[in-house]
Nanobody, 123 residues
Framework: QVQLVESGGGLVQAGGSLRLSCAASGRTFSRYAMGWFRQAPGKEREFVAAINWSGGSTSYADSVKGRFTISRDNAKNTVYLQMNSLKPEDTAVYYC????????????????WGQGTQVTVSS
């Protein structure tokens, strides 16, 4: 069982930056691929970024490529999402997720999910 707790969300102006963190419980964090998803009001949950077990492989949605960076620190059981050049369309609840596989997946077929953190970007 893995528990995920996101933090770092908030209100920011367009063009600004935020860094989301996701702290995971358990001793096997390094065996999991990790991902970030987001869901805006009235829309389906969508893939944002993912990282494999070692941090050596990442994947991004086209909408955030070049602006967002996913990383992980296995010693701290934490995954991060650095978000730069934020746009109003990035406004959503952001969810951290863990997948019981070392490899990246970009579909929502993750095994564990956090409760989400709100990111609001004002124009």
């Amino acid at each position: 069982q893995v528990q995920l707790v996101e933090s770092g969300g908030g209100l920011v102006q367009a063009g600004g930056s935020l860094r989301l963190s996701c702290a995971a419980s358990g001793r096997t964090f390094s065996r999991y691929a990790m991902g970030w998803f987001r869901q805006a009001p009235g829309k389906e949950r969508e893939f944002v970024a993912a990282i494999n077990w070692s941090g050596g492989s990442t994947s991004y949605a086209d909408s955030v490529k070049g602006r967002f960076t996913i990383s992980r620190d296995n010693a701290k059981n934490t995954v991060y999402l650095q978000m730069n050049s934020l746009k109003p369309e990035d406004t959503a609840v952001y969810y951290c997720a863990a997948h019981q596989s070392p490899a990246i997946i970009i579909t929502p077929n993750y095994d564990y999910w956090g409760q989400g953190t709100q990111v609001t970007v004002s124009s």
